[in-house]
């Protein structure tokens, strides 16, 4: 095999594998997310269901509903306080308000919906928050 047939093959080889990579890490026709991250932000943001509580919680540490868009695409899953086992999967993820302070929210996540269970500020000092009053009624 003379040198131009074998560096043909070679640029070919070269091309294939380019066009497998983009397709494969940079999105190509259907972007599945796959860092274990990315996959839980994804679940969330497909399942995730808002209730009056969840939406106070969020306005108690100054986050809107655009923050939480964001939260979901760019978020921090911090996986060593997330309980992942079982068919109730509790993830925590951390993320900044518009105050740059780091708050900490905590989603409970079943087969098919995902609710905010908890929302509190990083840092330790706890949010107050009328919505936690009303969970005696």
């Given at each position: ?81 997330s309980q992942t086992e079982g068919d ?50």
């Amino acid at each position: 095999m003379d040198q131009r047939k074998r560096f043909g093959f070679y640029i070919f080889g070269i091309g294939i594998g380019i066009v497998s990579v983009y397709f494969l890490f940079f999105g190509g026709p259907s972007t599945r997310p796959w860092t274990p991250n990315d996959m839980v932000l994804f679940r969330l943001k497909e399942t995730l269901h808002l209730d009056d509580k969840a939406n106070c919680r969020m306005k108690c540490v100054h986050f809107g509903h655009k923050d939480l868009a964001v939260l979901l695409e760019i978020g921090n899953v911090e996986f060593n306080r997330s309980q992942t086992e079982g068919d109730l999967k509790s993830y925590v993820v951390l993320a900044s308000n518009k105050a740059k302070r780091k708050v900490r929210f905590t989603f409970e996540c079943g087969p098919s919906v995902a609710s905010i269970s908890k929302v509190e500020f990083a840092e330790g000092a706890p949010a107050s928050c009328p919505c936690d009053d009303e969970a005696s009624d």
